[in-house]
């Protein structure tokens, strides 16, 4: 997987490593940051479509699909290691997103918001380094999903 090749996986592991540690408080208050940064993004997820904003953080609903989609987020990030499973899981990603009419632009997005929060909720611990690497990285999967879908 060559637009991974030069990304420092271990400052993406490291960082990521202590979202997961709170994953079930990380992922519903990164899911209100970018609903908030996407508020039209909201009607694509049926399961929360009606739940106004301001409840959002408390919904059982939202609680699944945030853990859900960061645990998925967890399984790509701990494949960076293993560029062909990796490769795979992609695939299979961007597979389920097409079918929901996801676009580059959505991923695009979700990479943005995903960095913003890693940096407003890790302190020093989101360096220059991690950051760029976070971007690459980013940027890496979104082309392989985009050229997979």
């Not at 994953?23 to 909201?42: M, Q, R």
């Not at 961007?94 to 929901?100: G, P, T």
């Not at 989101?126 to 392989?144: H, L």
Request: with cysteine.
């Amino acid at each position: 997987m060559d637009v991974l090749k030069s990304v420092n996986v271990a400052a993406v592991q490291s960082t990521w490593a202590i979202v997961k540690k709170d994953i079930n408080t990380h992922a519903p208050n990164f899911y209100v940051a970018l609903l908030t940064a996407h508020p039209e993004y909201h009607a694509m997820f049926p399961t929360i479509a009606n739940v106004p904003m301001g409840e959002m953080l408390n919904n059982p609903a939202l609680k699944t699909l945030s853990v859900n989609v960061l645990t998925k987020l967890s399984e790509l990030i701990d494949a960076m290691s293993n560029p062909d499973c990796l490769s795979g899981q992609l695939a299979d990603l961007a597979k389920q997103h097409k079918n929901r009419g996801t676009t580059r632009a959505h991923f695009d997005n979700l990479a943005k918001v995903l960095i913003d929060f890693l940096a407003a909720n890790l302190g020093a611990a989101f360096t220059p380094e991690a950051k760029q690497a976070w971007t690459s990285t980013m940027q890496g999967i979104n082309t392989v999903i985009e050229a997979s879908a």
